[in-house]
Nanobody, 127 residues
Framework: QVQVVESGGDLVQPGGSLRLSCVAS????????TGWFRQAPGKEREGVSC????????FHAEFVKGRFTISRDKAKNTVYLQMNNLQPEDTAIYYC????????????????????WGQGTQVTVSS
């Protein structure tokens, strides 16, 4: 079965950290640009970070630069999103997607409805 599954979401206090995982099955993430997105209640989904198939290029939205890092473990067919210094405005459902394109455009335009999307993992930042 071809799918991606996110995990690692939790309730964390402001200033805390979480690491989200995106595990693929039925295909390899090595040949895909992999992206993380998030959707907060009442807001549209927005792109957070992208990692190219070659791992040479990573892109982060301005609002997470310096706080979030995206990385890959090829052996585990997994892409991670390390999130540090979390703030209440980071509260959202976080989704992983594997694109049919190999490179990150910087605008997340390479991700579409026909790509592989997970069901999401909830991140809540609250004291």
């Amino acid at each position: 079965q071809v799918q991606v599954v996110e995990s690692g979401g939790d309730l964390v206090q402001p200033g805390g950290s979480l690491r989200l995982s995106c595990v693929a099955s039925g295909f390899t993430l090595d040949y895909s640009a992999t992206g993380w997105f998030r959707q907060a209640p009442g807001k549209e989904r927005e792109g957070v970070s992208c990692l190219s198939a070659s791992d040479l290029v990573s892109f982060h939205a301005e609002f997470v630069k310096g706080r979030f890092t995206i990385s890959r473990d090829k052996a585990k067919n997994t892409v991670y999103l390390q999130m540090n210094n979390l703030q209440p405005e980071d509260t959202a459902i976080y989704y992983c997607a594997a694109s049919s394109y190999r490179y990150c455009s910087g605008s997340f335009a390479e991700f579409g409805p026909d790509d592989h999307w997970g069901q999401g993992t909830q991140v809540t930042v609250s004291s």
